[in-house]
């Protein structure tokens, strides 16, 4: 029986922060400090147990990736024309044809007929994911081509693929003065971030111990990812709320990250008579 990495429950406390965008007072960011401030990495080879049950080798590539818009299908379209064929293990069968059609299957979509764009699903994964044994190397094509033209992965691949398990969600807000706003919402995209099939994945990281092992917080490693989404002006005010609030410690931290370890804060005494000399300090052990 195969040994799947324990998750935490999707329910706990969380903090957030809300702050006006520097370079934009009508843009406010909502941020999941709880999630920002956290341990995860991604592990896809190191410990990926995968979506779907005895393909560990899969990590989240093994539905293919939805496009978001026009854009984004023509980002990846251009980089499709780069790929080489040592970066690309199905490049015979890919460059035939790379995406296809996927019919929704619930609600309002499927009574309107509505199909969406997918890349193309080969032998189980996805046709851009390399294979354990490919001589250049097993995992997405796009990512590897991206590194080695000295590019972040975000140029290359769907943004579905490089945001994740970022999720952002943004919507117009009238206040009650009448004023509207664009809020941001920044946040960990867990199993409820997929619908209701998220609950039938095999197993999901953002959730599990076994992925939060990075030495910095999310914070500093999505640093590009987070400031694609945002704009860098509103990227550096929440890495500097996110670091103050590390500072000081947070009240609800991640729990599939490892436990704080306490700073230790001196604690001044002061003396009940004034004038009976300085205050001293009582430092913790």
């Known amino acids: 029986m195969e040994d799947v990495p324990p998750e935490v429950p999707l329910d706990f406390a969380r903090e957030w922060v809300e702050f006006p965008d520097p370079a934009d007072p009508r843009h406010i960011v909502r941020a999941d400090l709880t999630w920002l401030a956290s341990a995860w990495t991604c592990i896809f080879g190191r410990g990926c147990a995968g979506v779907v049950a005895g393909r560990p080798d899969d990590g989240c590539c093994s539905h293919g990736a939805f496009f978001a818009d026009e854009d984004d299908l023509a980002r990846v379209t251009s980089a499709v024309a780069d790929l080489a064929d040592e970066d690309w293990q199905l490049a015979p069968v890919g460059r035939r044809a790379w995406t296809e ?25 996805c046709v851009f ?9 097993a995992g997405c094509a796009l990512h590897r081509m991206a590194l080695r033209e000295g590019l972040h992965p975000l140029v290359t691949k769907p943004d579905v693929c490089w945001q994740l398990p970022m999720r952002r969600e943004q919507e117009e807000v009238e206040r009650p003065d009448g004023t509207k706003v664009r809020v941001s919402t920044i946040g960990e995209f867990d199993r409820r971030g ?22 910095e917080p999310l914070v500093l490693t999505y640093a590009a990812e987070l400031t694609t989404l945002l704009g860098a002006p509103a990227y550096e005010e929440l890495r500097r709320l996110t670091e103050a609030r590390l500072d000081h410690g947070l009240v609800a931290p991640h729990p599939a990250s490892p436990a704080p370890v306490p700073v230790p804060v001196p604690v001044v005494l002061h003396r009940r008579r004034p004038g009976a000399g300085p205050p001293f300090e009582v430092r913790p052990h």
Do not use: K, M, Y
């Open 194 to 215: 997929w619908g209701a099939g998220g609950h039938d994945l095999h197993w999901w990281c953002t959730g599990s111990p076994a992925a939060h092992v990075a030495a």
């Open 129 to 137: 994911l390399n294979r354990p044994g490919f001589p250049g190397g």
């Open 101 to 125: 059609q996927d019919r929704a299957e619930e609600g309002q979509a499927a009574e309107e007929g509505v199909r969406s764009l997918r890349t193309r699903v080969v032998d189980g994964a």
